[in-house]
């Protein structure tokens, strides 16, 4: 009797707590910015399991994972830093940390999570498991009175994080092996205006994007001791400045074999350029100005996406061809794309039609539409296991 | 009477209209989309800034109405900040800095 009923609490216990035990390598989450929520998705079942609520201002909102690939560290443009437990599909916890923010990044270990602040500017880093404050670093310049905008933070090997400084133009790597007493290099005098910057796949080469000037900084993160140097002195906006109608983002730049992808500023390209000396070789053209400029897992294809008034198309690169092969257009306003793990599909969110839309990466076919609230980021699990994401 | 002064004078007479008129609803309706979404990009959603300053009224207060509709229609050389005379005329300009320095309506869904 007394084990009958044991039991039966057991089964009362599993049909109350509702879900069957499973993994987190096939979710992912996509930010709903008009409704501070994110939808948690299956991309094995194309389906969204749930939301969860209550995440603050998400505009420019972006993720990381935890490396069990069970929570995500969302950043809100409000300061807001929300854990969000994908299984549970609830808020384990959340901080407001600053005043204005723009996105973070999750240490080698996984134990360490960083913010990246326009106000105050500067980078906080936390304790993954607690939300705990555990090192601020402001990103004082100059006299030491002035706070410059931090952008482009990236984690590498070792407890460091990379990130650049708009107004100062320097790029500052943070080595937090001792997390409440970060060891801070400094490389002044980069360029004007970084505005972004990434990490290549192997956490070797820290590149960051300038406005004010055309080039791009980059730090070889295996020799810091040479420096920072200028890289594609003709990329950018040249002699003939055309407006920039949205940012390109640079995160999540694509490196495809020994070639890297990126976006053009204000131009109608793809560029390419050689990852081993660094210099451009070839130019691709493409229907508006890139945004993302994404690399599928295996490399074989660049997706992009384009700013305002472009946006509603999407453009395949095929990287054998070096040229478009496909154009689709997904819907209004593609804000973002994402590549399930090994790249069969990609997710892209269409903000003004209010829908996901999944397409097959080798056919193009539409495989699902799903309904979102003005979606804009996506992110899987799989980042959890790559360098820069 | 020559057709052609009543012809410049109602042209001359329309423009004025339209520059004093709001746009209409559904334009409005584009316009603070365009705004709140778009020039969010850079200012944020909510316009309290991002890598572009904020656009709250109390950050425009002491900024002539003029200048701002320039900033909006031509762009600010040296800065990131990219015309946006393709996408609208100077009385949509000119109403969106008013309810700018107003405090900007929400996107109505």
Known sequence: MKSLFSVLAALLLSACSGAALRGTGDLGIVIERATGSVAVVDTSARAILGRVEGLGDLSHASAVYSRDGRHAYVFGRDGGLTKVDLLERKIARRIIQAGNSIGGAISQDGRLVAAQNYQPGGVKVFDAGTLELLADIPAAYGDGKQFSKVVG????????????????????????????????????????????????PDGRHYIAGLFGEDGLALVDLWKPEQGARKILANYGKGAEKLPVFKMPHLRGWAVAGARAYLPAIGRHEVLVVDTTTWQEVGRIPVKGQPVFVMARPDGRQIWVNFAFPDYGQVQVIDTLEQKVVQTLAPGKAVLHMEF?????????????????????????????????????????????????? | ??????????????????????????????????????????????????????????????????????????????????????????AEADWIVRQLMLGFPEETR
């Open chain 1, 153 to 200: 933070l990236a984690d590498v090997p070792g407890s460091k994080f990379v990130f650049a400084l708009f107004e100062a133009g320097e790029i500052w790597v943070a080595d937090l092996s001792q997390p409440r007493t970060p060891q801070v290099t400094k490389f002044r005098n980069i360029g004007s205006q970084p505005y972004d910057g990434l990490v290549t």
């Open chain 1, 340 to 389: 399930t793990p090994r790249g069969e599909a990609v997710w892209i969110s269409a903000r003004d039609d209010n829908r996901i839309v999944v397409f097959d990466t080798a056919s193009f076919a539409r495989l699902a539409e799903l309904p979102a609230q003005s979606p804009s980021g996506i992110f899987f699990t799989s980042r959890a296991a790559r360098i820069g994401f």
């Open chain 2, 1 to 90: 009477m020559n057709a052609k002064p009543i012809a410049l004078l109602s042209c001359l007479l329309f423009a004025m209209a339209a520059w004093a008129a709001d746009p209409p609803p559904d334009r409005q309706r584009e316009l603070v989309r365009m705004v709140r979404q778009d020039c969010g990009s850079c200012h944020g959603l909510t316009l309290k800034g991002g890598l572009g300053p904020p656009l709250l009224p109390e950050t425009l207060r002491d900024k002539p109405a003029e200048s701002l509709r320039y900033t909006v229609l031509l762009g600010r050389p040296g800065t990131p900040m990219p015309p946006w005379n393709a996408f609208m005329n100077e």
